[in-house]
Nanobody, 124 residues
Framework: QVHLVESGGGSVQSGGSLRLECSYAGVTDMTRCMGWFRQAPGKEREGVATIEQDDTTWYADSVKGRFTISRDNPKDTIYLQMSGLKPEDTAEYYC??????????????????WGQGTQVTVSS
């Protein structure tokens, strides 16, 4: 069973930076895709960034050039480095894992395992 735990959220001012971490356990070679998603109040959960086993990455247009997803396999951790934060980045951020053939999509449906979330708040 896959277990995901996020950390690193907090409150920052516009233009600031944060690094989120997701420690995972139970992820096997069958889990091709891992990623970060977010959900703002009153909005649907959306994909932010995903990473494949070969470290190919995918980003939502809204975060390209500002966010970077990476992984540290020996530490069983994936990261989301966020810079140039904007108030519209305010949301609960979730780590997810799943087996998906082909590329790792930014849609939520293919991901079967989720963390509990960590809050990111960006003030103007």
């Amino acid at each position: 069973q896959v277990h995901l735990v996020e950390s690193g959220g907090g409150s920052v001012q516009s233009g600031g930076s944060l690094r989120l971490e997701c420690s995972y356990a139970g992820v096997t070679d069958m889990t091709r895709c891992m990623g970060w998603f977010r959900q703002a109040p009153g909005k649907e959960r959306e994909g932010v960034a995903t990473i494949e086993q070969d470290d190919t990455t995918w980003y939502a247009d809204s975060v390209k050039g500002r966010f970077t997803i990476s992984r540290d396999n020996p530490k069983d951790t994936i990261y989301l480095q966020m810079s140039g934060l904007k108030p519209e980045d305010t949301a609960e951020y979730y780590c997810a894992a799943g087996y998906v053939s082909g590329y790792c999509p930014l849609e939520t449906a293919p991901y079967t395992d989720w963390g509990q979330g960590t809050q990111v708040t960006v003030s103007s």
